[in-house]
């Protein structure tokens, strides 16, 4: 039972294109939203978050929207550069859990 | 340097022979976990402990066990591995208040194949 949908499984942009990666999740108690970065060979780690009281955070050329009535939420690479290729991960998490719950993962490549 | 360290690395055994892959974080972290990552499956958690002593089932638990008698280490059990547990495994840490939300680090990973 996968309770946080991703997708694209893959995805290809060329260098300085926009990634947008989606995510999709069901259980209305989540209230933490995660993406997690992993390159080859390494451990997922943290590149960004966003709790359902705003609807869009920044750093850098990443970007979470978030729409709470839909209960979706996106990563928005912009100006994708070759170091951004990776798997992204979206996840999400109940306050206080801890326990989160992974989306299936994308694979970026961004074409030099 | 923070880190969580994962052994071994790599990790190649055959079918009912006991393994135990070891989890060790020097971060003073209460909450660790347990995830094996699956092609098109994504992340998914094994087991997962609060602080020392009280360790709990995550979403694909059979088949494994853990302890956690250290506040540092964190050891995965497979007492009779067999195939369907080839995979990914990696070791996660984080504080936990009950609260809040915090960051999860990850160690680099086990890749097991049991034949």
């Known amino acids: 039972q996968q309770q946080v949908k991703q997708s694209p499984q893959s995805l290809i942009v060329q260098k300085g294109g926009i990634s947008i990666i989606n995510c999709a999740y069901e259980n209305t108690a989540f209230d933490y939203f995660p993406w997690y970065q992993q390159f080859p060979g390494k451990g997922p780690a943290l590149l960004i978050a966003i709790r359902p009281d705003v609807s869009e955070k920044k750093e850098g050329r990443f970007t979470i929207s978030f729409n709470k009535s839909a209960k979706q939420f996106s990563l928005h690479i912009m100006d994708s550069q070759p170091g951004d290729s990776a798997t992204y991960f979206c996840?999400?998490?109940?306050?206080?859990?801890?326990?989160?719950?992974f989306g299936q993962g994308t694979r970026l490549t961004i074409n030099p | 340097e923070a880190q969580v360290t994962q052994n071994p690395r790599y990790l190649i055994t055959v079918t009912g022979k006991k393994l135990t892959v070891t989890c060790s974080q020097n971060m003073n972290h209460e909450y660790m976990s347990w995830y094996r990552q699956d092609p098109g499956l994504g992340l998914r958690q094994i087991y997962y402990s609060m602080n020392v002593e009280v360790t709990d089932k995550g979403d694909v638990p059979e088949g494994y066990k853990v302890s956690r008698k250290e506040k540092r280490n964190f050891p995965l059990i497979l007492e009779s591995p067999s195939p369907n547990q080839t995979s990914l495994y990696f070791c996660?840490?984080?504080?936990?208040?009950?609260?809040?939300?915090?960051?999860?680090?990850f160690g680099p990973g086990t890749r097991l194949t049991v034949t």
């Open positions: 996660a840490s984080s504080l936990f208040s009950g609260a809040s939300a915090y960051e999860q680090y």
């Open positions: 996840a999400a998490s109940v306050r206080g859990a801890q326990k989160l719950v």
